[in-house]
Structures are given as structure tokens and as C-alpha cells.
């Protein structure tokens, strides 16, 4: 599939998401659909796939965040046991629910949004068991620094959605990380914990059906 092409079935994919989120609610239930599709291209919905975080504040409660993603797409290969994951992640739009926060965690002390606005996740290789994924090992990409993660799945199923008539695949994944690898130090010395649990949560729609 040529970049052009691509771009105009993403395109596609995207009005048709946008059309159906009118709607509360489906006028039919969703079906299961089987596993994700050889040599298929799924496109991350963004309005169904987020990352969240999990920091431990003090020894005692924990601050979470959320951000947004831009885009991404997700590439099945020919033996339905593997494939390719590129999603993009909008920093700035980072939302722990307290505005201060909000600021803190933009500025320079931590993800310092205003020189990487965006983080990026790829991986190569997808792990199936069967026709369910198990793990993805890839890279993940912040303030400028890669580093090798790998998410782990802890729910994942297909299904057909009754609104745009096309499979959608995802799941909840987990990671956990230490912030200091990407250079994000702030605090370390003063009680916030340097362990982050990353949880992901993502659906992708099968663009070639």
C-alpha cells in the first residue's frame, strides 16, 4: 500500500469514527470477529486509546496522569503471529485533574513539553498466543531519548462495530519504568518515587475491510 493511498484510507477511517461517535450508544450489539487480520493495517482510534501513569507520591497516595494520542497505526503480518506498532503521543495535553499540576508536570521539572510536545512508541514485533496479544516489544520515546519497553497485555479481543461495520482490535497493556532513564529526575530526592506504571489502553480499526 502506497503512503498516498494509506493517508486517504486513514482519512476515511477517521470521518467514519467521527460520524459514528453521534451515537450514545450502538443499535446493535458488537461481535466478536476472531483475531486480528493477516496483512491487515489497523489505525488507532484516539478517541478509545490514551496512556495513563501511576507515580508514587511520599510513600503514601499515588498521582496519575493522561495523555492523548495523535495518531498511529498498527501492521499485521502475513502470519497473523506478528507485526508492527507506531503510535504518536500528544504530551501537552497531559490532564492529572489539578491544573497546578497540570503546569508542574509540563515545565521544565518534568516532561518539559515545550521542546518534545509529543512521545512516540514503535515496536517491530508483536507476541501472540493463539489469536490473542500477549506482548509488545518496542521503544518508547521521550524528551528527546529512546529506550526498549515492553507492554504487556492484560485484556485484548477483536470485534466488529456495529457503527462503522469494521473490526476493531485493542486492549489494556502495562509497563512499568524508570523515569530517570528519559532524564525526568525531579523530586527523586525528596520522596517521589522514581518507579512509573504505565497503563495503555488502545483500539485500532482494521482500514483494509
Known sequence: ????????????????????????????AAKPSGGPVKNASYVIDPTHTFVMYE?????????????????GSVQIDGTGASGKVDITMDISSINTGVDLLNRHVQSKDFFNVAAFPTGRF?????????????????????????????????????YMNPLINRQVCGGDFE???????????????FGFENKVKLLVQVEAVNVQQ
Open 122 to 158: 514503535v515496536a517491530d514485533r508483536i507476541d501472540f498466543s493463539g489469536d490473542k496479544v500477549t506482548d509488545v516489544p518496542g521503544t518508547l520515546t521521550l524528551m528527546g531519548q529512546t529506550k526498549p519497553v515492553t507492554l504487556k497485555a492484560v485484556r485484548f479481543n477483536c
Open 175 to 189: 509497563t512499568t519504568v524508570q523515569r530517570s532513564d528519559w532524564g525526568i529526575t525531579w523530586g527523586l530526592n
Open 1 to 28: 500500500m502506497n503512503k498516498l493511498f494509506f493517508a486517504t484510507v486513514l482519512a476515511a477511517a477517521s470521518v467514519s469514527l467521527a460520524t459514528a461517535q453521534e451515537y450514545t450508544a450502538p443499535a446493535v
Open 55 to 71: 507515580m508514587g507520591h511520599y510513600g503514601t497516595t499515588t498521582n496519575r496522569g493522561r495523555f492523548s494520542t495523535k495518531d
